[in-house]
């Protein structure tokens, strides 16, 4: 079966970009055992943080990315990996659940996408008035929230550069 689907192009945006200080936020984080408050800052402190904006938890993208990731195990790279989307900390828990090869990942819980309004990558989903989640991105960042690499999807649906993003963490 062929899912049939339009792709759109995205409004062309001013988002983060590599070589600006990205947003620090504090969202819940959620594991596989918990959630709790957590600060990306201090996420950094230790390592670098490959922060990946996803759409909601559920949707055929999130999916097709995270088993993406998976599939290469980005999590044995010495850089600390984390989803981001709308989805509340319930759901993000059903999917890492669902997924159950997911578990080594945590998600941050960003319900009103304000943290994608801050890296300016808001995607107001089509037909659906007053909903939006963040487009897909990803961003690599140093201890001091410095933006060493990034990709933001320019059309809907779009997956990121994976080759590229690995030859950055081979790099790290």
């Excluded at 801050?118 to 929230?145: C, F, H, K, Q, T």
């Amino acid at each position: 079966m062929e899912l049939e689907f339009d792709v759109i192009e995205l409004e062309e945006t001013d988002h983060v970009a590599a070589g600006d200080t990205a947003p620090d936020f504090t969202r819940p984080l959620v594991n596989h055992e918990y959630w709790e408050d957590a600060a990306l800052s201090d996420l950094a402190e230790d390592d670098p943080v490959l922060l990946v904006f996803h759409p909601m938890d559920g949707d055929f993208p999130a999916t097709y990315i995270w088993q993406e990731i998976r599939d290469r195990e980005w999590s044995d790279y010495d850089a600390e990996l984390v989803g981001l989307s709308i989805s509340t900390p319930y759901e993000h828990k059903t999917f890492m659940r669902d997924w159950m090869e997911f578990e080594q990942f945590q998600f941050f819980s960003d319900p009103a996408n304000g943290v994608a309004e801050e890296y300016n990558i808001v995607n107001d989903l089509d037909g659906m008035a007053g909903i939006e989640e963040p487009r897909p991105a990803v961003y690599l960042l140093d201890s001091d929230l410095t933006v060493e690499w990034a990709w933001v999807a320019e059309e809907w649906p779009d997956f990121p550069p994976y080759d590229a993003i690995e030859a950055e963490l081979d790099d790290l």
